[in-house]
């Protein structure tokens, strides 16, 4: 399947990773770390890290949380353990409450 060459994002979206890519700069900077510094250590180019700063949704969102982690800058609570505890169990009970697959409702001629 081809991805589409030009693909819009909704407002939220792309204000919410702006923000996320403006904290990430502003966690690097505060621990006086350079974008050399910070890309070699997340594993990525400094191009990469330049597109998450500055809030591409396009990056990739396992590379964002990387490098947000490097920085410092919190995802969802403080707690390490938490994110996995709290939303992971929560969300797999939910889950198993719901249908395996979503399909569309079928129309059945009932006219006799």
Not at 13 to 24: Q, S, V, Y
Not at 49 to 69: M, S, T, Y
Request: proline share 4%; with cysteine; hydrophobic share 35%.
């Amino acid at each position: 399947m081809a991805s589409p060459v030009n693909r819009t994002y909704l407002r939220q979206t792309r204000d919410a990773a702006e923000l996320l890519g403006k904290l990430i700069r502003l966690g690097r900077k505060e621990r006086k770390i350079t974008e050399e510094e910070l890309s070699g250590r997340a594993g990525i180019s400094r191009r990469t890290l330049q597109k998450i700063e500055r809030g591409d949704p396009k990056c990739e969102i396992g590379l964002v949380f990387e490098v947000a982690n490097i920085v410092g800058v919190k995802l969802f609570n403080d707690e390490e353990n938490s994110i996995r505890y709290t939303f992971g169990r929560h969300i797999d009970d939910k889950l198993a409450l719901l249908p395996k697959r979503v399909r569309r409702p079928v129309k059945v001629n009932d006219d006799f």
